[in-house]
């Protein structure tokens, strides 16, 4: 079916938000990028296999192996929860432990998805921006070596981080070496792996498989697609995992086509760098704006977020405006820490009126 032919809005499919409302509350807010919605009408229409058995997801298949390896295995997933769950169950046992940064999603923002599905022990490590160092992951290896604890199985990164920084090509260099000297695995939450490698100006496996890294999970949704994410594993013992955990982690769609007819969109050419690009670049205009009107940034701006400080009632204000979150409230005295994520779709007129909306609202005091 094509989009020509596709059927009039009835009442039950009119449009029911306002697409002219533009924020900064997350990437997860925009829509879905036009050629991944597109690939989702041409995979339409007619009778294909279920379950994966489909001429989508054999391409996906060849093209994530063109990114992150020959000898790789990969499988699509409906969320970035299901995903690191799904990947990090993969390459752990139940009664081993996961290291994961003190600012990590699997720690604070999946509900405990680990712990519930996998029966897996995460623990934090401290860091610097989100950025973790290889002295705590030693540090904490040989702390769990007892009897009393949960010896650790795997090291989960963020990349790029919560906090929109992220990991140079050494430290994660350096990060592998050390967990495998350890015995220890690694995944990374590759959320927003594409907004990294387009800040590191490299392609998605040269900072993950190609380091040794054991299990990634690819972010589709922030980046134009919606409910697509794939895991993305190394090694015989991943990949017969990876094709026993999909199902009962409840992360088998039986349309996959659907699934990997979007993810094929991003990651069979370059759209995934293009929709990176778009954000990251949006989101330095965004710092550059923000300092203008003579606020100060409070972490590096690496990929797709910036960070800022603002008086409550400014923060309160500006956002009702234009929405965005707060990250800390109690960053300073006088002063929360707000968190603005620019998206594939932001424009340079969105900057502009924030900007605008920020300094009339400063004005205010």
Same mark, same amino acid.
């Given at each position: 079916?094509?989009?020509?032919?596709?059927?009039?809005?009835?009442?039950?499919?009119?449009?029911?938000?306002?697409?002219?409302?533009?924020?900064?509350?997350?990437?997860?807010?925009?829509?879905?990028?036009?050629?991944?919605?597109?690939?989702?009408?041409?995979?339409?229409?007619?009778?294909?296999?279920?379950?994966?058995?489909?001429?989508?997801?054999?391409?996906?298949?060849?093209?994530?192996?063109?990114?992150?390896?020959?000898?790789?295995?990969?499988?699509?997933?409906?969320?970035?929860?299901?995903?690191?769950?799904?990947?990090?169950?993969?390459?752990?046992?139940?009664?081993?432990?996961?290291?994961?940064?003190?600012?990590?999603?699997?720690?604070?923002?999946?509900?405990?998805?680990?712990?519930?599905?996998?029966?897996?022990?995460?623990?934090?490590?401290?860091?610097? #921006?989100?950025?973790?160092?290889?002295?705590? $992951?030693?540090?904490?290896?040989?702390?769990?070596?007892?009897?009393?604890?949960?010896? $650790?199985?795997?090291?989960?990164?963020?990349? =790029?981080?919560?906090?929109?920084?992220?990991?140079?090509?050494?430290?994660?260099? #350096?990060?592998?070496?050390?967990?495998?000297?350890?015995?220890?695995?690694?995944?990374?939450?590759?959320?927003?792996?594409?907004?990294?490698? $387009?800040?590191?100006?490299?392609?998605?496996?040269?900072?993950?498989?190609?380091?040794?890294?054991?299990?990634?999970?690819?972010?589709?949704?922030?980046?134009?697609?919606?409910?697509?994410?794939? *895991?993305?594993?190394?090694?015989?013992?991943?990949?017969?995992?990876?094709?026993?955990?999909?199902?009962?982690?409840?992360?088998?769609?039986?349309?996959?086509?659907?699934?990997?007819?979007?993810?094929?969109?991003?990651?069979?050419?370059?759209?995934?760098?293009?929709?990176?690009?778009?954000?990251?670049?949006?989101?330095?205009?965004?710092?550059?704006?923000?300092?203008?009107?003579?606020?100060?940034?409070?972490?590096? *701006?690496?990929?797709?977020?910036?960070?800022?400080?603002?008086?409550?009632? *400014?923060?309160?204000?500006?956002?009702?405006? *234009?929405?965005?979150?707060?990250?800390?409230?109690?960053?300073?005295?006088?002063?929360?820490?707000?968190?603005?994520?620019? =998206?594939?779709?932001?424009?340079?007129? #969105?900057?502009?009126?924030?900007?605008?909306?920020?300094?009339?609202?400063?004005?205010?005091?």
């Amino acid at each position: 079916m094509s989009t020509a032919s596709l059927p009039a809005p009835s009442e039950h499919t009119a449009q029911r938000h306002d697409p002219a409302l533009r924020g900064f509350a997350s990437d997860n807010a925009a829509g879905m990028h036009p050629e991944v919605l597109q690939a989702l009408v041409a995979a339409n229409g007619g009778h294909v296999p279920s379950y994966g058995a489909d001429a989508y997801t054999g391409a996906l298949t060849e093209a994530l192996r063109a990114h992150f390896g020959a000898d790789t295995t990969s499988a699509p997933v409906l969320t970035g929860t299901g995903a690191n769950v799904v990947a990090l169950q993969a390459i752990t046992q139940r009664w081993e432990s996961v290291l994961a940064s003190d600012q990590a999603h699997v720690l604070h923002d999946e509900a405990g998805g680990l712990e519930h599905v996998g029966g897996t022990k995460v623990i934090a490590l401290p860091t610097v #921006d989100g950025l973790v160092d290889p002295a705590d $992951v030693e540090r904490a290896v040989r702390d769990a070596d007892s009897p009393m604890r949960a010896p $650790v199985g795997a090291l989960t990164l963020t990349q =790029s981080t919560e906090l929109g920084t992220t990991h140079d090509l050494e430290q994660l260099r #350096d990060l592998v070496r050390v967990a495998h000297g350890l015995g220890v695995r690694v995944h990374v939450d590759g959320a927003r792996l594409s907004n990294a490698a $387009v800040s590191l100006g490299c392609g998605l496996g040269e900072m993950t498989t190609a380091l040794g890294v054991d299990a990634v999970s690819v972010g589709g949704t922030k980046n134009g697609a919606a409910l697509a994410e794939a *895991v993305v594993v190394r090694g015989e013992g991943p990949a017969e995992a990876l094709r026993r955990l999909v199902k009962p982690s409840m992360q088998q769609s039986s349309k996959t086509r659907f699934v990997s007819a979007q993810l094929l969109a991003l990651f069979g050419g370059d759209l995934w760098r293009r929709t990176a690009t778009a954000a990251n670049d949006a989101a330095t205009a965004l710092a550059t704006a923000v300092r203008a009107a003579g606020v100060a940034t409070t972490r590096p *701006v690496q990929a797709n977020a910036v960070f800022a400080a603002l008086p409550p009632a *400014v923060a309160r204000r500006t956002a009702a405006r *234009v929405p965005f979150h707060v990250w800390d409230e109690r960053w300073a005295p006088g002063l929360v820490e707000v968190r603005l994520v620019a =998206s594939f779709d932001t424009t340079a007129a #969105d900057v502009d009126g924030f900007a605008t909306v920020l300094g009339e609202e400063l004005a205010r005091g």
